[in-house]
């Protein structure tokens, strides 16, 4: 049974930065194909893709927040990690951690509950 | 970036009607690379089809897609009190992976 779950604060202060984790299980990261992205959706607005790590350590950025974001993962924890700096207002959303079998296609298949973070002062 | 069109914005339907959602794409896209998700209130997306046709593992019949190109329908034949919500599409052709902002469908 795949689950994946969000961990991280709820709030934080304009020009911080956001540290998330996504603890999953079910899957192995360190298997061919696997991949975990994060993507978030501000309050009544669209999901916005993020970043994503591959199994072999590849990543890819959305071009617009690239110079903020950075993903990691921890294959041994299955765990994988974004950071992003110097959080803003517009950055208040539902941040959610997603799979991807990559064999199968590009879509994800299992997602996480999501977490709520608010950028305020 | 690939910008991804839902319409309508909302449909409002009773149970037992069946729902017709439009998703457009900007730009044709080689094979069939577009996912339906559906979404209920402070829950996460749940994958619906893939391969623009194929149900995902547990997604009852009633829930059908079809399209290619640039112009891509999900269809739910006969609407269940559970499939209200909002229904969201995702083009994978290209990176990065970009969403439709979702049509909602609502209880008339």
């Known amino acids: 049974q795949v689950t994946l779950k969000e961990s991280g604060p709820a709030l934080v202060k304009p020009t911080q930065t956001l540290t998330l984790t996504c603890n999953f299980s079910?899957?192995?990261?360190?298997?061919?194909?696997?991949?975990v992205s994060w993507i978030r959706q501000p309050p009544g607005k669209a999901l916005e893709f993020l970043a994503r790590?591959?199994?072999?350590?590849?990543?890819f950025y959305t071009t617009s927040l690239e110079t903020r974001l950075t993903i990691s993962k921890d294959t041994s924890e299955n765990q994988v990690v974004l950071i992003m700096t110097n959080m803003d207002p517009v950055d208040t959303a539902t941040y959610y951690c997603?799979?991807?079998?990559?064999?199968?296609?590009?879509?994800?298949?299992?997602w996480g509950q999501g977490i709520l973070v608010t950028v305020s002062s | 970036e690939i910008v991804v069109t839902q319409s309508p914005g909302t449909l409002s339907l009773s149970p037992g009607e069946g729902a017709t959602l439009s998703c457009r794409i900007s730009?044709?896209?080689?094979?069939?690379?577009l996912a339906w998700y559906q979404q209920k209130p402070g829950q996460a997306p749940r994958l619906l089809i893939y391969?623009?046709?194929r149900r995902a593992t547990g997604i009852p019949d009633r829930f059908s897609g079809s399209g290619s190109g640039t112009d891509f329908t999900l269809t739910i034949s006969r609407l269940e009190p559970e499939d209200f919500g909002v229904y969201i599409c995702?083009?994978?052709?290209?990176?990065?992976?970009?969403f439709g902002q979702g049509t909602k469908v609502e209880v008339k």
């Open positions: 790590i591959d199994w072999d350590d590849e990543k």
């Open positions: 391969g623009a046709s």
């Open positions: 079910g899957f192995s990261l360190s298997a061919s194909g696997m991949r």
């Open positions: 730009q044709t896209i080689g094979g069939t690379f």
């Open positions: 995702q083009q994978y052709a290209s990176s990065p992976q970009t």
């Open positions: 997603a799979r991807t079998y990559t064999r199968w296609g590009y879509y994800f298949d299992y």
